[in-house]
Protein backbone atom coordinates (compact mmCIF):
# COMPACT_ATOMS: atom_id res chain seq x y z
CA UNK A 1 0.00 0.00 0.00
CA UNK A 2 0.90 3.35 -0.59
CA UNK A 3 -1.36 5.91 1.21
CA UNK A 4 -0.06 8.91 -0.09
CA UNK A 5 -0.30 8.08 -3.30
CA UNK A 6 -3.79 6.19 -3.86
CA UNK A 7 -6.48 4.66 -2.18
CA UNK A 8 -6.51 1.55 -0.77
CA UNK A 9 -9.58 -1.03 -1.80
CA UNK A 10 -11.01 -4.04 -0.37
CA UNK A 11 -13.42 -5.55 -2.46
CA UNK A 12 -15.64 -8.77 -1.91
CA UNK A 13 -16.57 -10.76 -4.95
CA UNK A 14 -19.49 -12.61 -3.67
CA UNK A 15 -19.66 -14.44 -7.02
CA UNK A 16 -22.99 -17.02 -7.37
CA UNK A 17 -23.11 -16.89 -3.62
CA UNK A 18 -26.13 -15.55 -1.03
CA UNK A 19 -29.75 -14.95 -1.82
CA UNK A 20 -30.85 -11.66 -1.24
CA UNK A 21 -32.46 -12.11 1.95
CA UNK A 22 -29.39 -12.70 3.51
CA UNK A 23 -27.81 -9.62 2.67
CA UNK A 24 -29.50 -7.69 5.47
CA UNK A 25 -27.79 -9.97 7.81
CA UNK A 26 -24.04 -9.96 6.35
CA UNK A 27 -24.72 -6.15 5.86
CA UNK A 28 -25.10 -5.55 9.75
CA UNK A 29 -22.81 -8.20 10.80
CA UNK A 30 -19.76 -6.42 8.83
CA UNK A 31 -21.24 -2.82 9.78
CA UNK A 32 -20.66 -4.23 13.75
CA UNK A 33 -17.38 -5.51 13.22
CA UNK A 34 -15.94 -3.25 10.63
CA UNK A 35 -17.85 0.28 12.06
CA UNK A 36 -15.58 2.92 10.37
CA UNK A 37 -12.99 2.22 7.41
CA UNK A 38 -10.45 4.73 8.56
CA UNK A 39 -8.09 4.69 5.10
CA UNK A 40 -9.21 2.03 2.81
CA UNK A 41 -12.39 2.03 0.84
CA UNK A 42 -14.27 -1.41 0.99
CA UNK A 43 -17.15 -2.97 -1.84
CA UNK A 44 -19.04 -5.62 -2.24
CA UNK A 45 -19.36 -6.75 -5.08
CA UNK A 46 -22.82 -8.94 -5.71
CA UNK A 47 -24.89 -11.11 -8.00
CA UNK A 48 -27.74 -8.42 -10.01
CA UNK A 49 -30.24 -9.53 -8.05
CA UNK A 50 -28.59 -8.90 -4.66
CA UNK A 51 -28.08 -5.00 -5.61
CA UNK A 52 -30.76 -3.84 -4.78
CA UNK A 53 -31.13 -5.00 -1.09
CA UNK A 54 -26.80 -4.61 -0.58
CA UNK A 55 -27.39 -1.16 -1.82
CA UNK A 56 -30.48 -0.57 1.24
CA UNK A 57 -28.56 -2.15 3.52
CA UNK A 58 -25.15 -0.15 3.54
CA UNK A 59 -27.06 2.89 2.46
CA UNK A 60 -25.86 4.54 6.15
CA UNK A 61 -22.33 3.13 5.89
CA UNK A 62 -19.06 3.39 4.13
CA UNK A 63 -19.65 0.40 2.13
CA UNK A 64 -19.74 0.81 -1.64
CA UNK A 65 -21.93 -1.47 -3.73
CA UNK A 66 -20.52 -3.04 -7.14
CA UNK A 67 -21.49 -5.22 -9.26
CA UNK A 68 -19.86 -8.70 -10.85
CA UNK A 69 -20.29 -7.74 -14.73
CA UNK A 70 -22.06 -5.62 -17.22
CA UNK A 71 -22.93 -6.23 -21.05
CA UNK A 72 -20.70 -4.58 -23.27
CA UNK A 73 -23.26 -2.83 -24.90
CA UNK A 74 -24.80 0.52 -24.25
CA UNK A 75 -28.39 -1.32 -24.80
CA UNK A 76 -30.67 -3.08 -27.49
CA UNK A 77 -31.26 -6.85 -28.21
CA UNK A 78 -29.34 -8.50 -25.75
CA UNK A 79 -31.51 -10.97 -24.09
CA UNK A 80 -30.67 -11.59 -20.51
CA UNK A 81 -27.77 -9.34 -19.97
CA UNK A 82 -27.53 -6.01 -17.59
CA UNK A 83 -25.87 -3.10 -19.37
CA UNK A 84 -23.45 -0.61 -17.23
CA UNK A 85 -26.51 2.32 -17.43
CA UNK A 86 -28.98 0.17 -15.66
CA UNK A 87 -26.62 -0.80 -12.61
CA UNK A 88 -25.18 3.73 -12.54
CA UNK A 89 -29.11 4.14 -12.20
CA UNK A 90 -29.56 2.22 -9.12
CA UNK A 91 -26.83 3.94 -7.46
CA UNK A 92 -23.96 1.04 -8.36
CA UNK A 93 -20.32 1.92 -7.74
CA UNK A 94 -18.22 -0.75 -8.96
CA UNK A 95 -18.03 -3.18 -12.03
CA UNK A 96 -16.08 -6.21 -12.00
CA UNK A 97 -15.03 -6.47 -15.58
CA UNK A 98 -12.85 -9.31 -16.94
CA UNK A 99 -12.49 -11.86 -13.44
CA UNK A 100 -11.15 -15.20 -14.64
CA UNK A 101 -14.10 -17.01 -14.24
CA UNK A 102 -15.85 -15.12 -16.98
CA UNK A 103 -12.76 -15.54 -18.91
CA UNK A 104 -13.06 -18.95 -18.72
CA UNK A 105 -16.65 -20.00 -18.90
CA UNK A 106 -18.08 -17.51 -20.61
CA UNK A 107 -15.39 -16.98 -23.62
CA UNK A 108 -14.05 -13.17 -22.63
CA UNK A 109 -11.12 -11.83 -24.77
CA UNK A 110 -9.17 -9.18 -24.04
CA UNK A 111 -11.27 -7.36 -26.65
CA UNK A 112 -14.77 -7.93 -24.94
CA UNK A 113 -12.57 -6.58 -21.73
CA UNK A 114 -11.86 -3.04 -23.49
CA UNK A 115 -15.26 -3.09 -25.15
CA UNK A 116 -16.74 -3.37 -21.07
CA UNK A 117 -14.34 -1.03 -19.54
CA UNK A 118 -15.19 1.68 -22.07
CA UNK A 119 -18.99 0.80 -21.12
CA UNK A 120 -18.42 1.18 -17.69
CA UNK A 121 -16.55 4.41 -17.68
CA UNK A 122 -19.22 5.93 -20.19
CA UNK A 123 -21.71 5.16 -17.53
CA UNK A 124 -19.84 6.01 -14.56
CA UNK A 125 -19.06 3.48 -13.22
CA UNK A 126 -15.50 2.65 -11.80
CA UNK A 127 -14.03 -0.73 -12.97
CA UNK A 128 -12.11 -3.12 -11.16
CA UNK A 129 -10.10 -5.07 -14.22
CA UNK A 130 -8.93 -8.45 -13.30
CA UNK A 131 -5.68 -9.55 -15.15
CA UNK A 132 -3.59 -12.55 -14.47
CA UNK A 133 -1.92 -15.59 -15.59
CA UNK A 134 -2.73 -19.60 -15.51
CA UNK A 135 -0.26 -21.50 -13.92
CA UNK A 136 0.78 -23.04 -17.34
CA UNK A 137 1.93 -19.71 -18.52
CA UNK A 138 3.75 -18.68 -15.06
CA UNK A 139 5.53 -21.98 -14.99
CA UNK A 140 6.52 -21.10 -19.35
CA UNK A 141 7.70 -17.80 -17.64
CA UNK A 142 5.45 -15.78 -19.63
CA UNK A 143 3.95 -13.87 -16.55
CA UNK A 144 4.90 -10.77 -17.39
CA UNK A 145 4.65 -10.43 -20.67
CA UNK A 146 1.08 -11.72 -20.83
CA UNK A 147 0.06 -9.82 -18.07
CA UNK A 148 1.43 -6.45 -19.95
CA UNK A 149 -0.55 -8.09 -22.97
CA UNK A 150 -4.09 -7.68 -20.83
CA UNK A 151 -3.57 -4.09 -19.57
CA UNK A 152 -2.76 -2.73 -22.19
CA UNK A 153 -5.69 -4.42 -24.47
CA UNK A 154 -7.89 -4.06 -21.26
CA UNK A 155 -7.37 0.16 -21.66
CA UNK A 156 -6.42 0.66 -24.72
CA UNK A 157 -8.55 3.82 -25.72
CA UNK A 158 -8.91 4.88 -22.25
CA UNK A 159 -8.01 8.86 -21.80
CA UNK A 160 -5.99 9.71 -19.36
CA UNK A 161 -8.59 11.84 -17.40
CA UNK A 162 -10.53 8.50 -17.02
CA UNK A 163 -7.75 6.41 -15.44
CA UNK A 164 -8.60 8.06 -11.66
CA UNK A 165 -11.26 5.96 -12.00
CA UNK A 166 -9.78 2.32 -13.29
CA UNK A 167 -9.23 -0.17 -10.65
CA UNK A 168 -6.72 -2.83 -11.62
CA UNK A 169 -6.61 -6.48 -9.93
CA UNK A 170 -4.32 -9.32 -10.49
CA UNK A 171 -5.73 -12.50 -9.68
CA UNK A 172 -3.27 -14.81 -10.71
CA UNK A 173 -5.96 -17.85 -12.07
CA UNK A 174 -4.07 -20.61 -9.81
CA UNK A 175 -4.54 -18.84 -6.67
CA UNK A 176 -8.56 -18.12 -7.04
CA UNK A 177 -10.16 -20.53 -4.97
CA UNK A 178 -7.58 -23.11 -4.25
CA UNK A 179 -6.48 -21.96 -1.32
CA UNK A 180 -2.88 -21.14 -2.64
CA UNK A 181 -1.86 -17.79 -2.47
CA UNK A 182 1.39 -16.00 -4.52
CA UNK A 183 4.06 -14.84 -2.06
CA UNK A 184 3.94 -11.33 -1.00
CA UNK A 185 6.75 -10.50 -3.59
CA UNK A 186 5.08 -12.45 -6.62
CA UNK A 187 2.13 -10.54 -6.27
CA UNK A 188 4.28 -7.47 -5.71
CA UNK A 189 6.45 -8.10 -8.80
CA UNK A 190 3.16 -8.61 -11.10
CA UNK A 191 1.54 -5.51 -9.43
CA UNK A 192 4.60 -3.47 -9.88
CA UNK A 193 4.80 -4.60 -13.53
CA UNK A 194 1.02 -3.72 -14.18
CA UNK A 195 2.00 0.09 -12.31
CA UNK A 196 4.68 -0.28 -15.60
CA UNK A 197 2.82 -0.45 -17.93
CA UNK A 198 0.85 2.11 -16.89
CA UNK A 199 3.38 4.35 -16.46
CA UNK A 200 4.91 4.33 -20.09
CA UNK A 201 1.35 4.95 -21.49
CA UNK A 202 0.33 7.00 -19.20
CA UNK A 203 3.02 8.86 -17.32
CA UNK A 204 4.62 8.66 -13.42
CA UNK A 205 2.03 10.94 -11.98
CA UNK A 206 -1.14 8.55 -13.09
CA UNK A 207 0.82 5.33 -12.57
CA UNK A 208 1.48 6.40 -9.34
CA UNK A 209 -2.33 7.08 -8.33
CA UNK A 210 -3.83 4.15 -10.08
CA UNK A 211 -5.08 1.30 -7.23
CA UNK A 212 -3.57 -2.31 -7.81
CA UNK A 213 -5.25 -4.88 -6.07
CA UNK A 214 -4.32 -8.59 -5.85
CA UNK A 215 -6.92 -11.30 -5.27
CA UNK A 216 -6.15 -15.31 -5.05
CA UNK A 217 -7.17 -17.20 -1.58
CA UNK A 218 -6.29 -13.44 -0.27
CA UNK A 219 -7.96 -14.23 3.74
CA UNK A 220 -7.21 -13.25 7.41
CA UNK A 221 -3.92 -14.47 7.46
CA UNK A 222 -2.40 -13.62 4.46
CA UNK A 223 -3.53 -10.31 4.11
CA UNK A 224 -1.59 -7.82 6.67
CA UNK A 225 1.75 -9.19 4.69
CA UNK A 226 0.32 -9.02 1.26
CA UNK A 227 -0.55 -5.33 1.54
CA UNK A 228 2.34 -4.42 3.81
CA UNK A 229 3.87 -4.67 -0.27
CA UNK A 230 4.70 -1.53 -1.59
CA UNK A 231 2.34 -1.88 -5.11
CA UNK A 232 -0.14 -3.96 -3.54
CA UNK A 233 -3.39 -1.63 -3.05
CA UNK A 234 -5.92 -3.90 -1.92
CA UNK A 235 -7.85 -6.77 -2.20
CA UNK A 236 -10.25 -8.50 -4.60
CA UNK A 237 -11.90 -11.21 -2.32
CA UNK A 238 -13.85 -14.28 -2.79
CA UNK A 239 -14.40 -16.92 -0.41
CA UNK A 240 -13.44 -14.92 2.45
CA UNK A 241 -15.40 -11.96 1.61
CA UNK A 242 -18.16 -14.35 2.23
CA UNK A 243 -17.69 -14.25 6.02
CA UNK A 244 -18.54 -10.80 7.93
CA UNK A 245 -15.67 -11.78 10.26
CA UNK A 246 -13.15 -13.03 8.04
CA UNK A 247 -13.48 -9.70 5.44
CA UNK A 248 -13.77 -7.58 8.68
CA UNK A 249 -10.10 -9.06 9.32
CA UNK A 250 -9.08 -8.24 5.76
CA UNK A 251 -9.96 -4.67 6.14
CA UNK A 252 -8.69 -4.15 9.50
CA UNK A 253 -5.23 -5.20 7.64
CA UNK A 254 -5.68 -2.50 5.52
CA UNK A 255 -6.51 0.03 7.99
CA UNK A 256 -3.44 -1.61 9.88
CA UNK A 257 -5.65 -2.13 12.73
CA UNK A 258 -5.89 -5.16 15.47
CA UNK A 259 -9.18 -6.53 15.56
P1 LIG B 1 -10.83 -16.24 -3.82
O1 LIG B 1 -11.42 -15.50 -5.11
O2 LIG B 1 -10.51 -15.17 -2.81
O3 LIG B 1 -11.93 -17.16 -3.37
O4 LIG B 1 -9.61 -16.96 -4.25
C1 LIG B 1 -10.84 -14.31 -5.55
C2 LIG B 1 -11.54 -13.85 -6.80
O5 LIG B 1 -11.91 -14.69 -7.62
O6 LIG B 1 -11.76 -12.64 -7.00
Known amino acids: MNRKYRKTIIAGNWKMNMVASQVKHFAEELKTLSPRAKWCETVVCVPFVNIPAALKAFKDSRVAVGAENINENEKGAYTGEISANMLADLGVKYVIIGHS ?10 ITVNKKVHSALKAGLYPI ?10 ELGVTLELITLQVRTALAGIPAEKMRRIVIAYEPIWAIGTGKT ?3 EQANEVCNAIRTV ?5 GARIARA ?5 GGSMNEG ?10 IDGGLIGGASLIPEK ?4 IAAANQDVI
Open 101 to 110: ERRQYYGESD
Open 129 to 138: VCVGESLEQR
Open 182 to 184: ATA
Open 198 to 202: IRKNY
Open 210 to 214: VTIQY
Open 222 to 231: NARELLAQPD
Open 247 to 250: FAKI
